[in-house]
């Protein structure tokens, strides 16, 4: 089985500190994202990328930044919480390949910046 | 700008009856169109996907139709039953030229509902 797993369930945060999100992918997928889930907005990408060390930005980028220096692990930065980055994020993996495939999730990291 | 719409935002169906969820797009060069589905404190796990060049797709008790035309899809959930209650999010992406990822444009879900 496809495994995504990431570091914390819930984490608490001050605003201004900087806040690491880390995910791990244990099915050597080229292709990994972060995305944060909002009540009423559903899933939005922030960041993905398709190889080590290459990362585009998604469509909500702005305070966040990521690093790939791995194949199976990608991490979302937040460089200085904010309150309105409290939110759900989610990481997914997927193959690469022309086609689009399956991306599998994470169980999700609840991020509260108070 | 919203690239998924998806509705209703939330649904209650009685046990046996049909689920249905709407969802319509904008971008023409989207060509990839998943359903996840996802339970309480669970990440989205895919349920069913389509590519443009079917207007059909079953798994199951689970439907896609897609109207290219019309640029909308839709879910159907036959013999709906309480194990299928859970949020739903339609999405879409596209291929890239060059190769590589894309992600995925989600819809804002719908929560479902299915009474004993």
């Known amino acids: 089985d496809v495994k995504v797993t990431q570091s914390s369930r819930y984490l608490v945060k001050r605003t201004g500190e900087k806040v690491f999100l880390e995910c791990v992918q244990d099915?050597?997928?080229?292709?990994m994202f972060w995305y944060r889930q909002d009540p009423g907005l559903g899933l939005r990408l922030i960041y993905f990328?398709?190889?080590?060390?290459?990362?585009e930005k998604g469509d909500i980028p702005e305070g966040y930044s990521v690093s790939r220096e791995k194949k199976e692990r990608f991490s979302l930065i937040l460089e200085s919480a904010s309150t309105n980055q409290t939110s759900m994020y989610l990481c997914?993996?997927?193959?690469?390949?022309?086609?689009?495939?399956?991306?599998?999730f994470g169980p999700g990291t609840r991020l509260t910046v108070l | 700008q919203q690239q998924v719409k998806q509705s209703p935002q939330s649904l209650i169906v009685q046990k046996g009856g049909i689920s249905i969820i709407n969802c319509a797009y904008e971008?023409?060069?989207?060509?990839?169109f998943p359903w996840y589905q996802q339970f309480p404190g669970k990440g989205p796990a895919l349920l069913i996907a389509?590519?443009?060049?079917?207007s059909e797709k079953k798994e199951g008790r689970f439907t896609i139709s897609f109207n290219k035309s019309a640029k909308q899809f839709s879910l159907h959930i036959m013999d709906s039953q309480p194990g299928d209650s859970a949020t739903y999010f339609c999405?879409?992406?596209?291929?890239?030229?060059?190769?590589?990822?894309?992600?995925?444009?989600f819809g804002k879900g719908t929560h479902l509902i299915i009474q004993p």
């Open positions: 999405a879409a992406s596209m291929n890239r030229s060059g190769g590589g990822a894309d992600g995925l444009t």
């Open positions: 389509i590519r443009p060049d079917v």
């Open positions: 971008n023409t060069a989207f060509d990839y």
């Open positions: 997914a993996s997927s193959l690469a390949g022309r086609a689009q495939s399956e991306q599998f």
């Open positions: 990328s398709y190889d080590v060390k290459m990362k």
């Open positions: 099915m050597d997928h080229e292709n």
